[in-house]
Structure formats: C-alpha cells, structure tokens
T-cell receptor, first 116, second 116 residues
Framework: DAKTTQPPSMDCAEGRAANLPCNHS???????VYWYRQIHSQGPQYIIH???NNETNEMASLIITEDRKSSTLILPHATLRDTAVYYC?????????????????FGQGTILTVHP | NAGVMQNPRHLVRRRGQEARLRCSPM?????VYWYRQLPEEGLKFMVY????????ESGMPKERFSAEFPKEGPSILRIQQVVRGDSAAYFC??????????????FGDGTRLSIL
C-alpha cells in the first residue's frame, strides 16, 4: 500500500477554510485517494475520494496535484463540529474471490481543531 | 435511510468468555469489512466478507477470532476465550457491490469491547 504523510495537528478558526495536506509520493496509477474523519467515540465518516481530477461534494473539495504525489482536503467554512481526526488513505485495489475490492489502511491522521 | 448498524455499542466480558459483535450493513450493500482500533492506535483491517464468503481474513488473528456473513441476517464477529488484549473498539464497514471497486466504505459507530 502506498504510504501517506500528514501533519499530526492543525488549527483553524471557525468560518475560515481548513486546508489539510497529504503526501502520497508512492501512489500507483490505479490507486484512489480517500479522506475520512473520525470524531471522538464515533466511527470513521467518509468525506470524499478521487483519482486524478479535483472533486467536490457537499462536505469538502479534494485537490490532487498533477503528478498525484500529494493532495489537499478543503473544508470551505469550518465549524466547531468539524473538529476531528482526518485520515488521508491511498486505497490499494486487490483481487480475490473473483472480485476487486479495497481495504483501508489508516495512519495517525491529522487532528484538526476548529476554534471560535 | 439507515446507516451501518452495530450492536451492542458497549460489551463487557470476563476473561475466557465469548464475545459476539453484530453488524447490519447499509441497505443494498453486500460487502462487509471489520476493523479493530486498539486504544491510542489507528484502525486496522481484520476481515472482508461478501454474502456467505470470507474473501480476505489476512488481518484477523488465526486463533479465537472468526467472522461470518450469512445469507440472511447480520455479519457476526466472534471472539472466543477473550483476553485483556482484546479490549478495543471494533468497527464494521459496508460498501455497495458493483463493477466499480472504488465504492466508498461506510462505517458504523462501533462496539467497544472491555475485558475484565
């Protein structure tokens, strides 16, 4: 699995954009970048994923560099409820039992603290 | 539009007892993954199942642990003769089965297992 590197912690003011970086220099051509977050005592929450094009949904935007070696998750208007651990994951595509699937390898993530 | 449902949310067992953790995937999802999060650590993949089949159990301890996903009913993670080191949060995730192997996994809120 391609490894990812994230800063251990970041701060953001409420209402401002939170930009969370991730390095994945060993990513393979068919591997997607996924972002999840985990709020204390809850299960990981899926945010967004992408291959090479920038992606946007109702929660966030994902910017992937042209060489795909790094990406940035953008929360456009952070709120206090966005305080969580954010995980950047490069998901390996595996084949077994006649099907393709992927298992997630979670690192330490970035602890994002949004303050008033 | 229920998400992934896990029960119980909290489970206390004495050493040597059996623990059964249940997971009902999201409607329409036929892939189930189990992950374990030890205290102060990241989530680690345990096993991946499709209906009635174990596809990948490379992350599951060879002894005392088993998993199933029957044709009818929830997926079950079973831990026999529990030991203190089994104390952890166990998360289940499900995804939609389709040609696109990059369907995101959606997580439940986990079962917190405590061994006395």
């Amino acid at each position: 699995d391609a490894k990812t590197t994230q800063p251990p912690s970041m701060d953001c003011a409420e209402g401002r954009a939170a930009n969370l970086p991730c390095n994945h220099s060993t990513i393979s051509g068919n591997e997607y970048v996924y972002w999840y977050r985990q709020i204390h005592s809850q299960g990981p929450q899926y945010i967004i994923h992408g291959l090479k094009n920038n992606e946007t949904n109702e929660m966030a935007s994902l910017i992937i560099t042209e060489d795909r070696k790094s990406s940035t998750l953008i929360l456009p208007h952070a709120t206090l409820r966005d305080t969580a651990v954010y995980y950047c994951i490069v998901r390996a595509i595996l084949n077994a039992g006649g099907t393709s699937y992927g298992k997630l390898t979670f690192g330490q993530g970035t602890i994002l603290t949004v303050h008033p | 539009n229920a998400g992934v449902m896990q029960n119980p949310r909290h489970l206390v067992r004495r050493r040597g007892q059996e623990a059964r953790l249940r997971c009902s995937p999201m409607k329409g999802h036929s892939h189930v993954y189990w992950y374990r999060q030890l205290p102060e650590e990241g989530l680690k993949f345990m096993v991946y199942l499709q209906k009635e089949n174990i596809i990948d159990e490379s992350g599951m301890p060879k002894e005392r642990f088993s998993a199933e996903f029957p044709k009818e009913g929830p997926s079950i993670l079973r831990i026999q003769q529990v030991v203190r080191g089994d104390s952890a949060a166990y998360f289940c995730a499900s995804s939609y089965f389709g040609r696109d192997s990059n369907q995101p996994q959606h997580f439940g809120d986990g079962t917190r297992l405590s061994i006395l």
